[in-house]
């Protein structure tokens, strides 16, 4: 059985092509109720989780902060300003590779994996951005063994 492709679903998919960056759910339902006040909150984020389902956006989980959405679904990485808190899309031909010590994951299988990449942005680096706080995001990255902190 086919998913309907409905008003609302049509709505958020052009508020996402609008907008820049990876917004949140409150984001859309922001810029959705702009010009459709009728809208709820309610129908936005189940039309998200149901466009995600879909395979038709991203959800990007971030640790300590709303979740993000991506309009572009081919493979790619991101990465967060810790000034600004701008998300960025990072393509690259070949994937990474993550050396994970067989005898650490016997009990485990890995499905799937998220690597969010953590810097300043190019704004931040010229000074151009007002927010200078490191506290957009609480996340915290283990350095690996040998790596300074």
Request: glycine fraction near 6%; proline fraction near 3%.
């Amino acid at each position: 059985m086919s998913k309907r492709n409905t008003i609302q679903k049509q709505l958020i998919l052009n508020a996402m092509n609008q907008m820049e960056d990876h917004p949140t759910a409150d984001e859309v339902y922001q810029k959705i109720a702009a010009s459709y006040p009728g809208i709820s909150k309610a129908t936005v984020y189940r039309n998200l989780g149901t466009l995600t389902e879909d395979g038709l956006i991203l959800k990007l989980n971030v640790p300590g902060a709303a979740d993000k959405y991506d309009r572009s679904t081919h493979a790619h990485y991101h990465a967060v300003c810790s000034r600004c808190g701008k998300f960025i899309d990072l393509e690259t031909d070949r994937p990474l590779r993550v050396d994970i010590d067989d005898t650490a994951m016997k009990d485990f299988t890995i499905e799937e994996y998220t690597i969010l990449f953590k810097g300043i942005c190019m704004e931040c680096k010229n000074g151009q951005t007002e927010n200078t706080s490191n506290d957009v995001f609480n996340i915290e990255f283990k350095k690996s063994k040998g790596e300074k902190a």
